[in-house]
C-alpha cells in the first residue's frame, strides 16, 4: 500500500489530504500535535496511524520519524500557523512563534526525514502565496513562508540528484480554521475539499510548483512583479 505522511493532520488542508487519501486507500501517517484528534480520525478509518510531535522541537519530530511503522513514500510538511501584525507594532516574540512552527518547523522535518529517503521518494511543502507578495500585516507569516519556499527550491536542486522529487504548494485562501479567523475579505476562497482534490491530482502528477487555486494566485504572481509601491496599492484594491 503507498503511504503518505502529513503534518498537520488534525485540521484544515491536512485533515482533508489525510482524509482523502485515506479514502483512496492509501496507508496514512496522521501527525499533530492533538492526540485525541488523531485517535478519532484512526478509528474511523484503519488505514490511518497517528503520530503526535511538536514540530518546533527536532528531538520530537527525530523519534517520530525514526519510529515510523511504515516508511513514506511521499512526506507532505503542512503544519503551520497564522498571525498577524496590528497597525506595524513589531511584536518579536510573536515573529518568532511564526517562524518557530512555520519555518524551524519544516526545517526540523526535513533534518529528521532526510537519511530515510529513497530514489523515488516524494517530498511536498505548503507554502504559501503570501510569501510570493506584500501583503497587510504579514511581516511574521509572509517572511515565514518566504523562507519555506526558498529553502525547499534550493533543496529540490540537491534531491534531484539522489532521485528524490520536491514540491512546492502554494495555497491562496482556503476555508479552514486557520482562515475563519481572519477579519478581511478574502479573495476566490475555496472550500478545503477543492485544495485538496486539486493539490491532490498535481502530487500525482509530480508538479514541482502548485498553485491553487490556479487563477488567484496566477494575479498575485502578476502583481508580484510590479514595483513595491504598485504592489501595495494593487493589493489594497484586492483585499479589503
Ligand atoms: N488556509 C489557507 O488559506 C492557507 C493559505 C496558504 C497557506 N496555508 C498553509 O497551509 C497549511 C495548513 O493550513 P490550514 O489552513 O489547514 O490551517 P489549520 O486548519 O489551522 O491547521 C494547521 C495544522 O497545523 C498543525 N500544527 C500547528 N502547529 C503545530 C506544531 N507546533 N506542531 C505540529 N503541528 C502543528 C495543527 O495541528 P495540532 O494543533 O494538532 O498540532 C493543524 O493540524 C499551513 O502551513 C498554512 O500556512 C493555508
Not at 482533508?16 to 500535535?33: H, I, T
Not at 512563534?97 to 511536498?124: K, P, T, W
Amino acid at each position: 500500500m503507498t503511504c503518505v505522511l502529513i503534518t498537520g493532520a488534525t485540521s484544515g488542508i491536512g485533515l482533508q489530504l489525510a482524509q482523502d487519501y485515506a479514502k483512496e486507500d492509501w496507508s496514512v501517517l496522521a501527525c499533530g500535535r492533538n492526540q485525541t484528534q488523531l485517535n478519532e480520525l484512526a478509528q474511523t478509518y484503519p488505514n490511518i496511524t497517528p503520530v503526535a510531535f511538536d514540530v518546533t522541537d527536532l528531538e520530537q519530530v527525530q523519534i517520530a520519524f525514526r519510529d515510523l511503522p511504515q516508511f513514506p513514500d511521499l512526506w507532505i510538511l503542512n503544519a503551520g500557523t497564522c498571525e498577524y501584525i496590528e497597525n506595524g507594532n513589531m511584536d518579536t516574540a510573536l515573529v518568532k512563534r511564526v517562524m518557530d512552527v512555520n519555518f524551524y518547523g519544516m526545517v526540523h522535518c526535513i533534518e529528521a526525514l532526510q537519511s530515510l529517503l529513497r530514489h523515488g521518494d516524494h517530498v511536498a511543502v505548503v507554502s504559501s502565496i503570501a510569501g510570493e507578495m506584500v501583503l497587510p500585516q504579514s511581516q511574521a507569516y509572509g517572511a515565514s513562508k518566504a523562507a519555506v519556499s526558498y529553502v525547499l527550491n534550493v533543496q529540490a536542486a540537491e534531491w534531484a540528484k539522489q532521485g528524490i522529487t520536491t514540491s512546492i504548494i502554494y495555497p491562496g485562501f482556503v476555508k479552514t480554521p486557520l482562515t475563519d479567523k481572519n477579519t478581511f475579505d478574502m479573495p476566490m476562497m475555496i472550500p478545503v475539499e477543492e485544495a485538496s482534490r486539486k493539490i491532490r491530482k498535481q502530487l500525482a502528477k509530480r508538479h514541482s510548483h502548485i498553485y491553487v487555486p490556479w487563477i488567484f494566485t496566477a494575479i498575485v504572481r502578476l502583481i508580484a512583479l510590479l514595483p513595491y509601491a504598485w504592489q501595495q496599492k494593487l493589493v489594497e484594491k484586492l483585499i479589503k
